[in-house]
T-cell receptor, first 113, second 117 residues
Framework: GEDVEQSLFLSVREGDSSVINCTYTDSSSTYLYWYKQEPGAGLQLLTYIFSNMDMKQDQRLTVLLNKKDKHLSLRIADTQTGDSAIYFC?????????????FGTGTRLTVIP | GAVVSQHPSRVICKSGTSVKIECRSLDFQATTMFWYRQFPKKSLMLMATSNEGSKATYEQGVEKDKFLINHASLTLSTLTVTSAHPEDSSFYICSARDAQQSNEKLFFGSGTQLSVL
């Protein structure tokens, strides 16, 4: 099966930048996603990146993709207390048009006021 | 963006009863919906793929007679946990893919917290 690894916990101070990392083993997918899950809620799609891109910036979010090392990261600038949540990277299960996603183990981000 | 409505958000039931969870795509058609289960502090586990008008495809280890899935229309899929037991207590999340879009983006419901007493 697919392996998508993430560090489990991250604590940062409000206003600092947060960097959440994801390492995967499969490399056949066209997209990679970042989802946010607030306590007791479903997943919210935050952003995504095409596999032919190295970087994508979307307001406070920056996604970096290193295909050679199979490493994906999500940087949140000026982290706010409302950013406290679990963040999952996700990867489609195979070729384009595949139906489901594999999810990383999730990183719990805690923002300290 | 696309919205997926999942209902109920929380349900408490007695052991042995059945619970139905609904997943609706509100502003798009979803030929395929997915049901996930999440254990506390764990990632999502895909349970089954729900296909409109046909039988669901279950992942290995998921009992299809236990978790009944019905996808009767392009906007509605239901998951019924039959004869629920305490070990079925979990957070269940559905997701849907827009049939009109060519990418793999999934839109998720807000989840259902099931507690079986």
């Amino acid at each position: 099966g697919e392996d998508v690894e993430q560090s489990l916990f991250l604590s940062v101070r409000e206003g600092d930048s947060s960097v959440i990392n994801c390492t995967y083993t499969d490399s056949s997918s066209t997209y990679l996603y970042w989802y946010k899950q607030e306590p007791g809620a479903g997943l919210q799609l935050l952003t995504y990146i095409f596999s032919n891109m190295d970087m994508k910036q979307d307001q406070r979010l920056t996604v970096l993709l290193n295909k050679k090392d199979k490493h994906l990261s999500l940087r949140i600038a000026d982290t706010q207390t409302g950013d406290s949540a679990i963040y999952f990277c996700a990867w489609p299960s195979g070729q384009t048009g595949a139906n489901n996603l594999f999810f990383g183990t999730g990183t719990r981000l805690t923002v300290i006021p | 963006g696309a919205v997926v409505s999942q209902h109920p958000s929380r349900v408490i039931c007695k052991s042995g009863t059945s619970v139905k969870i609904e997943c609706r795509s509100l502003d798009f058609q979803a030929t395929t919906m997915f049901w996930y289960r999440q254990f506390p502090k764990k990632s999502l586990m895909l349970m089954a793929t729900s296909n409109e008008g046909s039988k669901a495809t279950y992942e290995q280890g998921v009992e299809k007679d236990k978790f009944l899935i019905n996808h009767a229309s392009l906007t509605l899929s239901t998951l019924t946990v039959t004869s629920a037991h305490p070990e079925d207590s979990s957070f269940y999340i559905c997701s849907a893919r827009d049939a009109q879009q060519s990418n793999e983006k999934l839109f998720f419901g807000s989840g259902t917290q099931l507690s079986v007493l």
